[in-house]
């Protein structure tokens, strides 16, 4: 067998904008491709409500070393210094749909270069709990018989105006609702329904997609 190869749309290093590690830095490696297609407008490939923002549809071809070196790469011209303690950055798989291509080949790549914490930001599709990660969120885009993914470190749902609170199959650490944005712009009649949301449900907690706001990648 030839050397695996992975479509990659791109390695950037940037702070987690979203979730319970908000505001940490990462190198983020975003897969080409989805299994899904988010849209205003409900169906068996989005949850409805809000259109995807994310450009994951051109990629390039790259071996697992070459991810890892391209990441190292990535580190290297954000912190010209070295890192103390010798722990490198964490590292989130996302896309698309990461899920579609990522393995344990990757990732023990990772974690023999010293990256971690490794991530995943999946929409459940896929049963991931296989691959050697060390956090896992679940932000589901299809209907909950057809989550796979059913343990996570944190399960996230989007949220617009009217949309009621999820009754997930997702077992998490933590269960967060992020408006819906449009573009850019956090209107202010998503933020506020989200916010009697979790006014109304403690179980839940507010998670604003802070990187737009900061307008960092």
Not at 88 to 96: A, D
């Amino acid at each position: 067998m030839g050397e695996k190869i992975y479509i990659v749309n791109e390695v950037f290093a940037s702070l987690q904008g979203e979730g319970v590690r908000a505001g940490t830095f990462n190198i983020f490696v975003r897969f080409t491709g989805c299994n899904l297609q988010c849209s205003q407008e409900s169906g068996p490939l989005s949850p409805g409500g809000f259109d995807c923002d994310t450009e994951f549809v051109s990629g390039r071809k790259m071996s697992a070393l070459e991810i890892v070196n391209a990441s190292i790469e990535e580190m290297r011209r954000h912190l010209p210094t070295p890192v103390r303690d010798g722990q490198l950055p964490g590292v989130v798989f996302t896309g698309g749909e990461p899920a579609l291509q990522l393995d344990n080949e990757l990732l023990d790549l990772f974690h023999e270069a010293g990256f971690g914490p490794l991530c995943i930001e999946t929409n459940g599709s896929k049963d991931v709990s296989f691959l050697h990660l060390d956090w896992i969120t679940v932000s589901p885009k299809v209907a909950e018989h057809a989550i796979r993914q059913l343990k996570a470190n944190e399960v996230k749902y989007v949220r617009g105006s009217g949309q009621g609170i999820p009754k997930t199959v997702v077992k998490a650490d933590n269960y967060l609702i992020s408006p819906a944005f449009d573009g850019l712009d956090l209107g202010k009649r998503n933020l506020d329904w989200c916010i009697q949301l979790v006014k109304e449900n403690p179980k839940w907690r507010l998670s604003v997609q802070m990187h737009k706001l900061w307008n960092v990648r």
